[in-house]
C-alpha cells in the first residue's frame, strides 16, 4: 500500500514538471479580429479553391396523424 502512494506522489511531482516546462515554452499572442491577421504576407500560397462534402446527417420521425380543422366532438 504504501508503495502505491510513493509511486502516486512521484508520478505527480513528474507531471507538474512536465506541464511546467510545456507552459513555459507557450508563447503569448494578442488576439486577432480577422484571420488574415494570423499570417504574415507571403506566408501561405492558395492555389485551389474547392469544398469537401465529408458527410450528411439525416434524422427521421414519425408525424402523428392527426386530423385538420375543424373541433372533435
Do not use: C, F, W
Not at 2 to 15: E, L, N, Q, S, T
Not at 28 to 50: F, L, N
Request: hydrophobic share 45%.
Amino acid at each position: 500500500m504504501d508503495g502505491i502512494i510513493v509511486g502516486v506522489i512521484i508520478a505527480a511531482i513528474v507531471a507538474g514538471i512536465v506541464v511546467a516546462i510545456m507552459v513555459g515554452q507557450m508563447k503569448p499572442v494578442a488576439r486577432k479580429h480577422e484571420a488574415a491577421q494570423y499570417i504574415g504576407e507571403g506566408d501561405v500560397k492558395i492555389s485551389v479553391q474547392e469544398d469537401t462534402y465529408l458527410r450528411t446527417e439525416l434524422r427521421r420521425r414519425k408525424l402523428e396523424n392527426k386530423q385538420s380543422g375543424g373541433k372533435e366532438a
